[in-house]
């Protein structure tokens, strides 16, 4: 079990969950990837939008961009990718290729805020906020 130890709280929308999750059900039992756009401030990250990658590549057990062929972007804040086990623990590939400020576990059923976890770069658990709008 992971316990919260980043500093930073992220902020997203429930209509924003609910298209990741719609996402993440569709593709089932593949993993997908999504970027996250957003903007950070002090101890805070409002995430705002997903980005399809460009190229990405969705399997079973992975899921997967050439962040080297993504135009640079500086509002892309993390992303977000499945994990149709249902384990919201980064895998050691995930902090590997950590891309942005924070990652976005959603796992099976792909349902509530029970099937979400949001790290840092060192593997630590994020706070994560969920707003109406």
């Given at each position: 079990?992971?316990?919260l130890m980043g500093n930073l709280i992220v902020h997203v929308s429930q209509k924003l969950l609910d298209a990741v999750f719609?996402?993440?059900k569709r593709l089932y039992p593949k993993e997908t990837i999504l970027l996250l756009r957003g903007k950070k401030s002090k101890d805070e990250i409002c995430v705002s939008d997903l980005v399809v990658p460009p190229l990405a590549v969705y399997g079973y057990g992975f899921?997967?961009?050439p962040f080297h062929m993504l135009p640079m972007d500086f509002s892309v804040v993390g992303t977000v990718h499945s994990h149709p086990s249902g384990?919201?623990?980064p895998s050691d590939v995930d902090i590997n290729h950590?891309?942005?400020r924070i990652l976005m576990i959603v796992g099976f059923p792909f349902a509530s805020t029970h099937n979400i976890a949001v790290y840092n770069s060192?593997?630590?658990k994020l706070q994560l906020q969920v707003t109406e709008e």
């Open positions: 079990m992971c316990v719609e996402g993440a899921a997967n961009l384990n919201l623990t950590f891309f942005g060192k593997g630590e």
